[in-house]
């Protein structure tokens, strides 16, 4: 089992890996890192497909997803994403064993920020949106993070 890390100085910025996150509205995805540096939050995530579709279903993150300091409205909207296809385009899974390891790139959080939110869809609409609420940016999950399903 690896051992995990409180946040680390990178030479670009900070590194938390396993954030402990306070509400995760999807229980098939699971952020593994979040990099600050001078420019942008990168935050690196894995989605399990769910069991019940044969070949595992599809996936995508829409594109008005954004992040914002907790306690704050202000929206920091994506700006790039690296290896899940932003809507109206769709990854589709070959197995339900399958998962799929992806980036998305934010403008930075202020140095001040102690946690955020990660919102893909706040509308009210039913879906299986990619939110998660109060993302620690100084705290790490001390469980081991399982990575199979």
Not at 3 to 24: F, S
């Amino acid at each position: 089992m690896e051992t995990l890390t409180p946040p680390q100085k990178t030479k670009k910025g900070l590194k938390i890996y396993n954030p402990i996150v306070t509400i995760n509205n999807n229980a098939k995805v699971e952020i593994l890192a979040i990099n600050l540096d001078e420019n942008y939050t990168i935050i690196d995530f894995i989605y399990y497909p769910p069991h019940y579709y044969e070949n595992g279903g599809w996936v995508q993150i829409n594109s008005d997803t954004y992040i914002r300091s907790v306690g704050t409205s202000q929206k920091l909207k994506l700006i790039k994403a690296v290896n899940i296809p932003i809507t109206p385009q769709k990854h589709y899974f070959k197995s339900s064993k399958a998962m799929l390891a992806y980036t998305l790139y934010f403008p930075a959080v202020p140095k001040s920020c102690k946690e955020i939110d990660i919102i893909e869809c706040n509308n009210g609409r039913i879906g299986n949106w990619f939110n998660f609420y109060g993302v620690s940016m100084e705290k790490i999950r001390t469980e081991p993070l399982i990575v199979n399903n």
